[in-house]
């Protein structure tokens, strides 16, 4: 039997608590249309390693913080920017 891991709509909790916390009201002018989806999913990944290695030390709540980031679905973050992205242009 397959479980349903889905959070809110999202593949995990870690997925919709990041987008939530770090990605959710993203300045669009920052995403266009022309961004794949593969290469915002690495530079979302990069931004929130970095942001987690710069406000904390290291040690025990650094490695679980980056650790939480690899249970992430970077790819369906930046999908829903892209897709975001789109629908506030279609609506100007």
Sequence with gaps: MTQDTKYNGWTNYATWR?????????????????????DLS???KDWAEEL????AR????????????SDVNWHEIATHMIE?????????
């Design 42 to 44: 690495l530079s979302c």
């Design 58 to 69: 290291e040690g025990f709540a650094r490695d679980y913080a980056l650790a939480f980031l």
């Design 18 to 38: 990041v987008n939530l916390e770090m990605f959710d009201g993203y300045p669009t002018e920052c995403i266009d249309e022309t961004d794949d989806p593969y």
């Design 84 to 92: 975001d992205y789109r629908t506030q242009e279609q609506a100007a």
């Design 52 to 55: 987690i290695c710069m406000d």
